[in-house]
């Protein structure tokens, strides 16, 4: 029968310290070596398995540490309207993007913002013309998308957060909402 207060460790533990307290009690009371023959402290743990796991221990204490400090939030938020340029993409795509809905961040649950406008433009690459001059060509079945924004922004001096990201001029984020996913490009930026 366990004691008590060691109802909770695990059998391997329990059986290691039986064993030392056995061996303490068998050798008249006599302090045991540190570092027996086998390589085991005290008779319990081989050094090198202590040495893996105090490793262990350090990487996920570092991990933890780490993670703690992302972006940490900022507390106030002003409004913002940004500019989100999406290229190049078909039909159905841009019959998906509703006035109104929510964009997110893709797959981060962080929501960009509320699109309040959509622009449509045929999509344009780079082509040569009979003389061999670069136009501006339309390209069959593709769309340009303009979406206005409305968002809530946290601002200090060194960046501006948007849904939980840095947001600059030209930063391309991948989007979605429970219609559509799309990678966009901020054009601009307005805090109010």
């Known amino acids: 029968m366990k004691p008590l207060g060691l109802i909770f460790l695990p059998e391997r533990w329990l059986r290691s310290i039986t064993r030392f307290t056995k061996k ?15 390589g085991k402290i005290f008779g319990l743990i081989n050094i090198i398995d202590l040495a893996v796991l105090l490793i262990l221990v350090l990487l996920v204490g570092g991990g933890l540490k780490r993670m703690g400090k992302g972006p940490m939030s900022m507390g106030k938020t002003k409004p913002a309207t940004i500019t989100v340029e999406v ?15 929510p964009i997110y961040h893709y797959d981060k649950d962080q929501q960009f913002g509320k699109i309040v406008d959509k622009k449509v433009e045929p999509y344009k690459e780079p082509a040569k013309d009979g003389n061999g001059n670069t136009i501006m060509k339309e390209v069959p079945g593709k769309y340009t998308v303009i979406l206005t924004v409305e968002s809530e922004v946290e601002e200090d001096p060194n960046a501006i957060m948007v849904g939980g990201e840095q947001t600059r001029v030209e930063s391309a984020f991948k989007f979605e909402n429970k219609n559509v996913e799309f990678t966009g490009t901020v054009l601009a930026m307005e805090i109010e």
Do not use: P, Q
Request: aromatic share 10%; net charge neutral; hydrophobic share 45%.
């Open 24 to 38: 303490f009690w068998k050798s008249g009371g006599r302090i045991m070596k540190i570092i027996d023959e086998k």
């Open 87 to 101: 290229l190049n993409i078909k039909e159905n795509t841009v019959d998906a993007i509703f006035i109104g809905d």
